[in-house]
């Protein structure tokens, strides 16, 4: 997976994640909350892999 879609996924991931944190929230559902949170932790750490995707690349065309 190239870093542009690690970072597309990550985000979709992070919004996902955060409406169902405030849904779960909203409508005192701690499971679906949860889940929110999760999901959204998922979407940080695929963003931070397409982060690092792009420095070691940008490393790499520097040699």
């Avoid at 979407?43 to 892999?49: D, P």
């Avoid at 397409?50 to 040699?63: F, Q, Y």
């Amino acid at each position: 997976m190239s870093s542009i879609e690690d970072k597309i996924k990550g985000v979709a991931n992070q919004v996902v994640g955060k409406v169902k944190e405030e849904v779960g929230h909203a409508t005192n559902d701690k499971e679906l909350e949860a889940e929110g949170v999760a999901q959204n932790i998922k979407g940080k750490a695929q963003k931070t892999i397409g982060d690092a995707k792009d420095a070691v690349k940008s490393g790499i065309d520097k040699l």
